[in-house]
């Protein structure tokens, strides 16, 4: 019964802009806190875990994100401070000692004009203008994070068969592996095309087309209501097809042989009835 409460108030206390990333990955976390407006500032070691502390200017929020076993346990609020920035009025009871003060606080005895509410959260700046690629406004901007595979050689010592002496032999041999490991890309969709952006470990050693800052032209554009899908080139063999679920926000890449990204996004702008 403790063990539970203590889930309960972990839970209570996670700010709903990142609850979604409770039991992310370590690496594709730190993209996403990134993505929406989050600075690192410092990190604390325990004997089994790790506690970073993140900052959001625009917000005065402060986030304490535990990882154990490279994944995020939990992630709360907590106090200015803990950034390394100082305690704001606005921040009410989440920066307030025991006794309900704290150092510079003032009560709110007057009117407060009611604050809107929004239903979804928006990693959108306020009053940006859209942005431009070779004249297209952006329609759609997605962060995905997830896992990334692509093929590989490794090193390893077995029995093998020796034609020659007719008999099998132990020694090293080169075998072809799918290597696997955390990854985030970058889309942008507009009327009839697109372009993704691939981290290092998405792009083989012989490739094509793409741009000096890592973004890739998608062809075959298709935008309906409830998916996106597209393709782009790697070089004259690999294809990579690109698949989005708009409802659940699931993305697929899938390749040549073992190169392949499964994973989850999220846009700039949320949407109603489904992610994005």
Known sequence: MGLFSLAGVATAQTPPDVADLVGAKGAGGETQLQARGYRFVRVDTGDDRKWSYWWHPQRHQCLSVATYDGRYQSIVSTPAPDCREQAHPS???RDRGHDGRESGYHPDIGYRQPQPVRQAPSYAAPDREPPMVDGQSIDLG???FG???RPGVANSYGWTWDHDRKRYVYGNRVEMTAQQFDA?????FWQGGGRIKLPRKLVPPIHSRG????WWDVYNVSM????????YRLNGLNKPRIRINRVSGQISIA???????RGTCDTVEAAA????
């Open 184 to 188: 985030s890309v970058m889309l942008q």
């Open 91 to 93: 921040d009410g009871d």
């Open 224 to 231: 309906q209501p409830g998916r996106i899908s597209g393709e």
């Open 147 to 149: 896992d990334g595979e």
């Open 142 to 144: 997605l962060v995905c």
């Open 273 to 276: 009835h489904r992610r994005f």
């Open 255 to 261: 390749g040549m042989g073992d190169y392949a990204f």
């Open 211 to 214: 741009t000096d800052d890592g």
